[in-house]
T-cell receptor, first 115, second 108 residues
């Protein structure tokens, strides 16, 4: 299965600023997925990123707040813009394993605290 | 809107005891997947179930998929402290929809 390198692993940011999270995959993948997770809780899908097209956002998430780049088949970034304390969360990227039996592979997450 | 209900939310048991986690969906996905997540890490796939009535075993873990492909369960026999973690069921429909998760704590 793919190996994902996600960074930063954690950050503390001032409200009103922006943070860009990077995910690098060791193989080419068509789609990459970005999730948000409150500590101890489940994952909520933010958006799906296809290379060469605009990301598809889930209900409740907008491009102005969470712009995504997908410049090639191995890399993607998620930016959390104009942050507020409510954005404090864990953000994870994920890729499809190719078949249902392989499931999805996840990065280790970025723990964001907004003060 | 597809919805996955997972129960219980929390489980705390003694080492050696058995436990079961349940996952019920309001609709049918192409597959249902179970993940375990430890603090500071992303979820890791345990198993994928696809066929109604399917039973899969992974050492001390047994996964069942209902005939209607809407409900699933995870049973752990003789739990060990290493089984501690957040267990998540997820429905796959070209993207994952997660249940609320079950936090399992196995006390030594």
């Amino acid at each position: 299965s793919a190996v994902i390198s996600q960074k930063p692993s954690r950050d503390i940011c001032q409200r009103g600023t922006s943070l860009t999270i990077q995910c690098q995959v060791d193989s080419q993948v068509t789609m990459m997925f970005w999730y948000r997770q409150q500590p101890g809780q489940s994952l909520t899908l933010i958006a799906t990123a296809n290379q060469g097209s605009e990301a598809t956002y889930e209900s409740g998430f907008v491009i102005d707040k969470f712009p995504i780049s997908r410049p090639n088949l191995t890399f993607s970034t998620l930016t959390v813009s104009n942050m507020s304390p409510e954005d404090s969360s864990i953000y994870l990227c994920s890729v499809d394993g190719g078949t249902a039996l392989y499931g999805y592979t996840f990065g280790s997450g970025t723990r964001l605290t907004v003060v | 809107t597809q919805l996955l209900e997972q129960s219980p939310q929390f489980l705390s048991i003694q080492e050696g005891e058995n436990l079961t986690v349940y996952c019920n969906s309001s609709s049918v996905f192409s597959s249902l997947q179970w993940y375990r997540q430890e603090p500071g890490e992303g979820p890791v796939l345990l198993v994928t179930v696809v066929t109604g009535g399917e039973v899969k075993k992974l050492k001390r873990l047994t996964f069942q998929f209902g005939d209607a492909r809407k409900d699933s369960s995870l049973h752990i026999t003789a739990a060990q402290p290493g089984d501690t973690g957040l267990y998540l069921c997820a429905g796959d429909d070209y993207k994952l929809s997660f249940g609320a998760g079950t936090t399992v704590t196995v006390r030594a």
